[in-house]
């Protein structure tokens, strides 16, 4: 079967290796998801994003997933460079609600 | 800068006195969200509005917490009698409610220490 990853709250990843930080949401019912990115000092920033009705978005160096049978939302980042260092949160609402609610972070160190 | 602004970036202030902070959103959006969190930990929703209307409040906001978006532009959070509790980075989002995905647009927040 497929594996799920586990959410872990740090990731050390070496310069030009490629990311995945992986999130578990919780409600079964949320069908809109966000990935945001959070550096020191700043509010969120948004990344990406992905509708329930689909299972892999791509964006510049990242791509999302999306696995809805087991509730688990992940995000690669291709290439990851020293600005890539931060927190890195998943956000879920169901769509037309207002609420985001956010995961627990992960926090991502690139090594030079 | 046509981001989030929010201000002052840093409050400190003493255990039972007032603060008061101000977001200016987004020009064209017409959703504000107030978020706050605490270190290490993911935002969580306080309370939101569209135009003036405040649409919502979190159980988290206490009584001592009040929100006002008067003109359907900047808003202002009020925190009354603060408590040490209160101690944390308080988040303003805004939004275009346009269609289904709405993304929120996060302002740098104010760090609020009570001592």
């Known amino acids: 079967g497929e594996s799920v990853g586990l959410h872990l709250p740090t990731l050390s990843v070496q310069e030009g290796d490629n990311s995945i930080i992986n999130c578990a949401y919780s409600n079964s019912a949320s069908d809109y998801f966000i990935w945001y990115k959070q550096e020191s000092g700043k509010g969120p920033q948004f990344i990406i994003d992905i509708r329930s009705n689909m299972d892999k978005r791509q964006g510049q160096r990242v791509t999302v997933l999306l696995n809805k049978t087991v509730k688990h939302l992940s995000l690669q980042i291709a290439a990851t460079q020293p600005g890539d260092s931060a927190v890195y949160f998943c956000a879920e609402n169901i769509l037309n609600d207002y609420k985001l609610s956010f995961g627990a972070g992960t926090t991502v160190t690139v090594r030079a | 800068d046509t981001g989030v602004s929010q201000d002052p970036r840093h409050k400190i202030t003493k255990r039972g006195q007032n603060v008061t902070f101000r977001c200016d959103p987004i020009?064209?959006?017409?959703?504000l969200y107030w978020y706050r969190q605490t270190l290490g930990q993911g935002p969580e929703f306080l309370t939101y509005f569209q135009n003036e209307a405040q649409l919502e409040k979190s159980r988290l906001l206490s009584d001592r917490f009040s929100a006002e978006r008067p003109k359907g532009s900047f808003s202002t959070l009020e925190i009354q009698r603060t408590e040490q509790g209160d101690s944390a980075m308080y988040l303003c989002?805004?939004?275009?409610?346009?269609?289904?995905?709405?993304?929120?647009?996060f302002g740098s927040g104010t760090q609020l220490s009570v001592l």
């Open positions: 989002a805004s939004s275009l409610a346009q269609g289904e995905e709405e993304k929120l647009f």
């Open positions: 020009s064209e959006h017409n959703r």
